[in-house]
Protein backbone atom coordinates (compact mmCIF):
# COMPACT_ATOMS: atom_id res chain seq x y z
CA UNK A 1 0.00 0.00 0.00
CA UNK A 2 1.17 3.71 -0.95
CA UNK A 3 2.34 5.33 2.34
CA UNK A 4 0.73 8.65 3.30
CA UNK A 5 -2.63 8.84 1.23
CA UNK A 6 -5.82 8.85 2.44
CA UNK A 7 -7.85 5.47 1.39
CA UNK A 8 -11.48 5.27 1.03
CA UNK A 9 -12.14 2.14 3.24
CA UNK A 10 -15.70 1.96 4.04
CA UNK A 11 -19.43 3.35 3.91
CA UNK A 12 -20.19 6.06 6.53
CA UNK A 13 -23.26 4.90 6.81
CA UNK A 14 -21.60 1.61 8.46
CA UNK A 15 -20.60 3.69 11.34
CA UNK A 16 -23.93 4.74 13.03
CA UNK A 17 -23.67 6.56 16.43
CA UNK A 18 -23.79 4.99 19.37
CA UNK A 19 -21.49 1.37 17.54
CA UNK A 20 -18.32 -0.15 18.38
CA UNK A 21 -17.27 -1.43 14.29
CA UNK A 22 -14.45 -4.11 13.94
CA UNK A 23 -13.02 -4.03 10.50
CA UNK A 24 -10.04 -5.03 8.90
CA UNK A 25 -8.06 -2.17 6.63
CA UNK A 26 -4.62 -1.08 5.32
CA UNK A 27 -3.51 -4.78 7.03
CA UNK A 28 -5.04 -3.49 10.32
CA UNK A 29 -7.56 -4.99 12.69
CA UNK A 30 -9.31 -1.82 13.51
CA UNK A 31 -12.21 -0.70 15.69
CA UNK A 32 -14.59 2.77 14.52
CA UNK A 33 -16.79 4.52 16.97
CA UNK A 34 -17.78 8.01 16.97
CA UNK A 35 -17.83 10.48 19.76
CA UNK A 36 -20.77 12.12 21.61
CA UNK A 37 -20.54 14.89 18.64
CA UNK A 38 -20.71 12.47 15.66
CA UNK A 39 -16.90 12.88 15.07
CA UNK A 40 -15.29 9.64 13.24
CA UNK A 41 -12.25 7.57 15.79
CA UNK A 42 -10.43 4.96 15.15
CA UNK A 43 -8.14 2.55 16.65
CA UNK A 44 -6.05 -0.15 16.45
CA UNK A 45 -8.60 -3.33 17.76
CA UNK A 46 -5.80 -4.59 20.79
CA UNK A 47 -5.60 -3.41 23.91
CA UNK A 48 -2.29 -2.15 24.93
CA UNK A 49 -2.89 -3.41 28.54
CA UNK A 50 -3.37 -7.49 27.74
CA UNK A 51 -4.11 -7.33 24.06
CA UNK A 52 -7.97 -8.03 24.58
CA UNK A 53 -10.02 -7.04 21.30
CA UNK A 54 -11.31 -3.47 21.82
CA UNK A 55 -14.58 -4.14 19.41
CA UNK A 56 -15.65 -6.32 22.29
CA UNK A 57 -15.73 -3.54 24.34
CA UNK A 58 -18.32 -0.88 24.52
CA UNK A 59 -18.34 2.93 23.66
CA UNK A 60 -18.48 4.70 27.47
CA UNK A 61 -19.66 8.75 26.04
CA UNK A 62 -16.29 9.55 24.19
CA UNK A 63 -14.40 6.59 24.49
CA UNK A 64 -14.16 2.95 23.65
CA UNK A 65 -13.75 0.81 27.11
CA UNK A 66 -12.06 -2.68 27.04
CA UNK A 67 -14.10 -5.07 28.57
CA UNK A 68 -11.46 -7.00 30.31
CA UNK A 69 -10.13 -4.47 33.12
CA UNK A 70 -11.59 -1.21 32.06
CA UNK A 71 -9.19 0.94 30.40
CA UNK A 72 -10.86 3.92 28.42
CA UNK A 73 -9.43 5.65 25.13
CA UNK A 74 -10.55 8.13 23.38
CA UNK A 75 -11.11 8.18 19.46
CA UNK A 76 -7.49 9.41 18.55
CA UNK A 77 -5.92 6.31 21.19
CA UNK A 78 -5.38 8.40 23.94
CA UNK A 79 -6.04 6.42 27.52
CA UNK A 80 -8.42 8.09 29.32
CA UNK A 81 -9.29 6.24 32.68
CA UNK A 82 -6.98 3.08 33.96
CA UNK A 83 -9.49 2.00 36.54
CA UNK A 84 -7.61 -0.31 38.60
CA UNK A 85 -5.00 3.18 39.45
CA UNK A 86 -8.00 5.34 39.73
CA UNK A 87 -8.90 8.73 38.92
CA UNK A 88 -7.24 10.38 42.13
CA UNK A 89 -3.20 8.48 41.63
CA UNK A 90 -1.57 11.13 40.28
CA UNK A 91 -0.10 8.70 37.11
CA UNK A 92 1.01 9.48 33.30
CA UNK A 93 -1.71 7.44 31.28
CA UNK A 94 0.20 8.19 28.24
CA UNK A 95 1.47 5.06 28.32
CA UNK A 96 -1.40 2.85 27.57
CA UNK A 97 -2.28 4.83 25.05
CA UNK A 98 -3.15 3.10 21.74
CA UNK A 99 -2.13 2.84 18.79
CA UNK A 100 -4.83 5.28 16.30
CA UNK A 101 -5.10 5.62 13.04
CA UNK A 102 -6.41 9.00 11.37
CA UNK A 103 -10.12 8.67 10.04
CA UNK A 104 -11.59 11.30 7.87
CA UNK A 105 -15.10 11.27 6.01
CA UNK A 106 -16.57 13.29 2.80
CA UNK A 107 -18.90 11.70 -0.04
CA UNK A 108 -20.61 8.80 2.48
CA UNK A 109 -17.38 7.42 2.63
CA UNK A 110 -14.56 6.83 5.75
CA UNK A 111 -11.24 7.15 4.84
CA UNK A 112 -8.13 6.38 6.94
CA UNK A 113 -4.88 7.40 6.40
CA UNK A 114 -2.24 5.09 5.50
CA UNK A 115 0.82 6.71 7.64
CA UNK A 116 1.73 8.07 10.49
CA UNK A 117 -1.71 10.38 12.23
CA UNK A 118 0.79 13.15 12.29
CA UNK A 119 1.31 13.55 8.85
CA UNK A 120 -2.19 13.61 7.91
CA UNK A 121 -3.35 16.02 5.22
CA UNK A 122 -6.41 17.90 5.44
CA UNK A 123 -7.00 18.88 2.02
CA UNK A 124 -9.99 17.19 -0.40
CA UNK A 125 -10.22 13.76 0.20
CA UNK A 126 -9.55 11.81 -3.22
CA UNK A 127 -12.99 11.55 -5.20
CA UNK A 128 -14.97 13.11 -7.91
CA UNK A 129 -17.06 15.84 -6.89
CA UNK A 130 -17.03 17.29 -10.05
CA UNK A 131 -18.67 14.37 -11.62
CA UNK A 132 -21.54 13.71 -9.20
CA UNK A 133 -23.63 16.24 -6.52
CA UNK A 134 -27.15 15.37 -4.75
CA UNK A 135 -28.89 15.67 -8.56
CA UNK A 136 -28.16 11.72 -8.85
CA UNK A 137 -29.54 9.10 -7.35
CA UNK A 138 -27.01 6.73 -6.10
CA UNK A 139 -26.92 3.20 -4.60
CA UNK A 140 -24.49 1.38 -3.25
CA UNK A 141 -22.95 -2.55 -3.25
CA UNK A 142 -20.63 -3.72 -2.04
CA UNK A 143 -18.60 -7.57 -2.91
CA UNK A 144 -15.33 -8.74 -1.27
CA UNK A 145 -12.36 -10.04 -4.17
CA UNK A 146 -10.10 -12.33 -2.73
CA UNK A 147 -6.72 -9.95 -4.54
CA UNK A 148 -4.45 -7.14 -4.09
CA UNK A 149 -6.54 -3.75 -4.50
CA UNK A 150 -3.96 -2.85 -7.40
CA UNK A 151 -5.36 -5.82 -9.33
CA UNK A 152 -8.89 -4.74 -9.47
CA UNK A 153 -7.97 -1.21 -10.35
CA UNK A 154 -6.27 -2.62 -13.36
CA UNK A 155 -9.06 -4.71 -14.49
CA UNK A 156 -11.23 -1.52 -14.35
CA UNK A 157 -8.35 0.11 -16.40
CA UNK A 158 -8.40 -2.73 -18.81
CA UNK A 159 -9.83 -2.23 -21.99
CA UNK A 160 -8.73 -5.49 -23.59
CA UNK A 161 -10.66 -7.93 -21.74
CA UNK A 162 -13.76 -6.42 -22.49
CA UNK A 163 -14.74 -8.99 -25.97
CA UNK A 164 -13.99 -11.26 -23.88
CA UNK A 165 -14.88 -11.23 -19.88
CA UNK A 166 -17.84 -9.51 -21.11
CA UNK A 167 -18.92 -11.27 -24.40
CA UNK A 168 -22.60 -10.80 -23.42
CA UNK A 169 -22.28 -7.79 -21.51
CA UNK A 170 -20.69 -4.54 -22.05
CA UNK A 171 -17.96 -6.25 -24.37
CA UNK A 172 -20.32 -7.18 -26.99
CA UNK A 173 -19.42 -7.36 -30.48
CA UNK A 174 -16.51 -9.29 -30.59
CA UNK A 175 -14.44 -5.93 -30.64
CA UNK A 176 -10.90 -7.25 -29.96
CA UNK A 177 -8.40 -5.29 -31.44
CA UNK A 178 -7.61 -2.76 -29.38
CA UNK A 179 -6.67 0.98 -30.75
CA UNK A 180 -4.16 2.99 -28.52
CA UNK A 181 -5.88 3.37 -26.13
CA UNK A 182 -5.17 6.66 -25.59
CA UNK A 183 -4.46 7.70 -21.76
CA UNK A 184 -3.72 11.02 -20.28
CA UNK A 185 -2.66 12.09 -16.33
CA UNK A 186 -4.24 15.26 -15.79
CA UNK A 187 -5.35 16.84 -12.33
CA UNK A 188 -4.16 13.77 -10.25
CA UNK A 189 -6.41 11.61 -12.51
CA UNK A 190 -5.61 9.07 -15.44
CA UNK A 191 -8.47 9.06 -18.04
CA UNK A 192 -8.78 6.59 -20.99
CA UNK A 193 -11.21 5.21 -23.05
CA UNK A 194 -12.12 2.26 -25.25
CA UNK A 195 -11.44 2.39 -28.92
CA UNK A 196 -11.60 -0.79 -30.02
CA UNK A 197 -12.99 -2.46 -33.13
CA UNK A 198 -13.87 -5.48 -34.73
CA UNK A 199 -10.20 -7.17 -36.11
CA UNK A 200 -11.12 -7.35 -40.32
CA UNK A 201 -7.09 -7.10 -41.14
CA UNK A 202 -6.72 -3.71 -40.32
CA UNK A 203 -3.69 -2.52 -38.10
CA UNK A 204 -4.02 -1.27 -34.33
CA UNK A 205 -4.04 2.45 -34.62
CA UNK A 206 -1.04 4.35 -31.87
CA UNK A 207 -2.17 6.23 -28.69
CA UNK A 208 -1.68 9.40 -30.91
CA UNK A 209 -4.72 8.51 -32.93
CA UNK A 210 -6.88 7.50 -31.05
CA UNK A 211 -9.38 9.82 -28.70
CA UNK A 212 -10.99 9.70 -25.54
CA UNK A 213 -14.80 9.04 -25.99
CA UNK A 214 -18.02 10.60 -24.21
CA UNK A 215 -17.84 7.66 -22.13
CA UNK A 216 -14.09 7.05 -20.62
CA UNK A 217 -12.65 5.71 -17.57
CA UNK A 218 -11.47 8.14 -14.50
CA UNK A 219 -8.96 7.11 -11.95
CA UNK A 220 -7.81 9.12 -8.78
CA UNK A 221 -4.97 7.61 -6.73
CA UNK A 222 -4.54 5.72 -4.19
CA UNK A 223 -8.22 3.44 -4.78
CA UNK A 224 -11.43 5.53 -6.13
CA UNK A 225 -12.40 4.94 -10.23
CA UNK A 226 -15.08 6.19 -12.34
CA UNK A 227 -16.97 5.47 -15.45
CA UNK A 228 -18.59 8.55 -17.05
CA UNK A 229 -20.92 6.81 -19.04
CA UNK A 230 -22.52 9.71 -20.01
CA UNK A 231 -23.69 13.04 -18.44
CA UNK A 232 -26.58 11.61 -16.56
CA UNK A 233 -24.74 8.46 -15.77
CA UNK A 234 -22.19 7.36 -14.00
CA UNK A 235 -20.27 3.99 -11.73
CA UNK A 236 -17.87 4.41 -10.20
CA UNK A 237 -15.81 2.21 -7.70
CA UNK A 238 -13.55 2.28 -4.22
CA UNK A 239 -11.41 -0.61 -3.78
CA UNK A 240 -10.86 -0.59 0.18
CA UNK A 241 -7.45 -2.77 1.26
CA UNK A 242 -8.21 -4.98 3.81
CA UNK A 243 -4.67 -6.71 3.58
CA UNK A 244 -2.11 -8.03 1.02
CA UNK A 245 -4.34 -10.84 -0.35
CA UNK A 246 -8.16 -8.84 -0.12
CA UNK A 247 -10.53 -6.18 -1.04
CA UNK A 248 -13.73 -4.96 -0.80
CA UNK A 249 -15.21 -3.42 -4.05
CA UNK A 250 -17.76 -0.64 -3.00
CA UNK A 251 -19.75 -0.03 -6.39
CA UNK A 252 -21.84 2.98 -6.77
CA UNK A 253 -24.25 3.86 -9.28
CA UNK A 254 -25.10 7.18 -10.29
CA UNK A 255 -28.28 8.38 -12.17
CA UNK A 256 -30.14 10.86 -12.85
CA UNK A 257 -31.70 9.98 -16.58
CA UNK A 258 -35.30 11.00 -15.90
CA UNK A 259 -36.71 14.48 -14.12
CA UNK A 260 -38.47 12.12 -11.60
CA UNK A 261 -36.13 11.50 -8.56
CA UNK A 262 -38.37 8.52 -7.65
CA UNK A 263 -38.22 6.84 -11.10
CA UNK A 264 -33.91 7.96 -11.19
CA UNK A 265 -33.53 5.97 -7.55
CA UNK A 266 -35.37 2.94 -9.11
CA UNK A 267 -33.19 3.12 -12.27
CA UNK A 268 -30.05 3.53 -9.77
CA UNK A 269 -31.43 0.45 -7.53
CA UNK A 270 -31.85 -1.65 -10.59
CA UNK A 271 -28.60 -0.59 -12.14
CA UNK A 272 -26.74 -1.44 -9.04
CA UNK A 273 -27.22 -5.01 -9.83
CA UNK A 274 -26.26 -4.79 -13.88
CA UNK A 275 -23.03 -3.68 -12.76
CA UNK A 276 -23.04 -6.24 -10.24
CA UNK A 277 -23.50 -8.74 -12.85
CA UNK A 278 -20.11 -7.26 -15.02
CA UNK A 279 -18.27 -6.66 -11.88
CA UNK A 280 -19.03 -10.71 -11.19
CA UNK A 281 -17.94 -11.04 -14.69
CA UNK A 282 -14.34 -9.97 -13.24
CA UNK A 283 -13.72 -10.95 -10.14
CA UNK A 284 -14.22 -14.90 -11.49
CA UNK A 285 -11.03 -14.10 -13.58
CA UNK A 286 -9.19 -10.94 -11.63
CA UNK A 287 -8.70 -13.25 -8.33
CA UNK A 288 -6.87 -15.99 -10.20
CA UNK A 289 -3.88 -13.52 -10.87
CA UNK A 290 -0.44 -14.45 -9.92
CA UNK A 291 1.27 -12.66 -7.98
CA UNK A 292 -2.07 -10.85 -6.03
CA UNK A 293 -0.34 -7.47 -6.04
CA UNK A 294 0.93 -6.11 -9.31
CA UNK A 295 4.07 -4.34 -9.44
CA UNK A 296 5.52 -1.62 -12.54
CA UNK A 297 8.77 -4.21 -12.89
CA UNK A 298 7.33 -7.35 -13.36
CA UNK A 299 7.69 -10.46 -15.88
CA UNK A 300 4.57 -9.85 -17.40
CA UNK A 301 4.26 -9.60 -21.26
CA UNK A 302 1.91 -6.71 -21.77
CA UNK A 303 0.51 -5.64 -24.87
CA UNK A 304 0.11 -1.97 -26.63
CA UNK A 305 -3.59 -1.96 -25.42
CA UNK A 306 -2.48 -2.06 -21.88
CA UNK A 307 -1.08 1.28 -21.70
CA UNK A 308 -3.35 2.17 -18.77
CA UNK A 309 -2.09 -0.52 -16.65
CA UNK A 310 1.07 0.76 -17.46
CA UNK A 311 0.71 4.21 -16.75
CA UNK A 312 -0.70 3.03 -13.21
CA UNK A 313 1.72 1.08 -12.48
CA UNK A 314 4.79 3.08 -13.20
CA UNK A 315 2.72 6.08 -11.00
CA UNK A 316 1.98 4.45 -8.37
CA UNK A 317 5.80 3.03 -8.14
CA UNK A 318 6.70 6.49 -8.55
CA UNK A 319 4.38 7.46 -5.07
CA UNK A 320 5.98 4.38 -3.23
CA UNK A 321 8.87 5.76 -3.63
CA UNK A 322 10.60 3.30 -4.95
CA UNK A 323 14.11 3.44 -6.85
CA UNK A 324 13.88 4.01 -10.98
S1 LIG B 1 -6.70 -6.12 28.38
FE1 LIG B 1 -7.75 -4.28 28.06
S2 LIG B 1 -7.97 -3.48 30.02
FE2 LIG B 1 -6.81 -5.24 30.32
FE1 LIG C 1 -14.39 -5.79 -16.61
Not at 101 to 116: D, F, H, K, S
Not at 158 to 185: A, C, Q, S
Not at 282 to 295: C, G, H, L, N, Y
Not at 312 to 323: F, N, P
Request: hydrophobic residues 35%; contains cysteine.
Amino acid sequence: MIQNQWYAVLPSKKVPKGRLVAVRRLNLDLVLFRDEKGELGCVVDQCPHRGVALSHGKLKGNCVQCPFHGLEFDGKGQCRLVPAIGRATKTDLGRYNVKSCAVREANGIVYLWNGEASTATDGPLPWFADFVDDSYSMSEIEDPWNTHYSRAIENQLDVVHLPFVHHNTIGRGNRTLVHGPKVVFEDGRIVTSANNEVDVGQEIRPEAECTINSTYLMFRFPNVWMNHISDKIKVAVYFAPVDDENTILYLRFYGKATGLRPLNAFMAWTGKYANRVIERQDKRVVVTQKPKASEYRSGEKLVPGDRPIVVYRKLRDEKKGAKA
